[in-house]
């Protein structure tokens, strides 16, 4: 029940930003539940946009929420993500997210708890006083780790959009471990972290 509520409050919203949003929400309606494959069409300010229904999904539920803001249509649509990204665009279908440093990222890539703590909040960095300290920067060359078959093909996708660091980026599909040995894991692609967990 609540989550019929929860598609519905989701459906009506989007009122605000999809000329078309009764017929784009019901066909996303019909993809959820497996009745169709398909990409949805979207109309914004007379502008057409096909948009892959992952991306649809996103823009609708992080409009609701409050995280998508300045919503805009040109020739990309674009929009405002946590008050702090450039912008976010997405063409082709896809969605892209373009971060403060303008590295570009896939919006496939996007983990809602990892992304804000990384690349806009620099939760991760551990606050060094560096002040009266000589730095040498020599290299900087990134060995990127990534286990899982289907996210390595999403960081390779990224790698492809900044050609700047790509040649400073070596992505490797394997696990890390304390001895040499295989082991299996159970991954659900529709489960928002399940990689993580």
Known sequence: MFRKLKYTLLLLNSRNIFQNW??????????????IKDDITIKC????????PKVYSF??????????KDVSCGDMLRGRLWDVTDFVSFK?????????????LSLESLD???IPETWLYD???????????LIIYVGAFVIAVEPLPSNYEVMLRNIE?????????MPINVAIGAKDDVIEFSYDSSVDGSAGI
Not at 92 to 104: A, E, I, N, Q, Y
Request: aromatic residues 14%.
């Open 22 to 35: 009764l017929s784009a929400g019901v066909k996303y309606l019909l993809i959820r539940y497996g009745l």
């Open 45 to 52: 300010s007379n502008n057409i946009f096909t948009l892959d």
């Open 59 to 68: 823009i609708i539920s992080a409009y609701y929420n409050g995280y998508l």
């Open 92 to 104: 082709d279908g896809r969605g892209f997210l373009k971060m403060p440093d303008d590295v570009t």
């Open 112 to 114: 809602p708890i990892v």
């Open 123 to 133: 939760i991760h960095f551990l606050g060094f006083d560096l002040t009266d300290y």
């Open 161 to 169: 959009l900044n050609p700047d660091l790509k040649p400073r980026i």
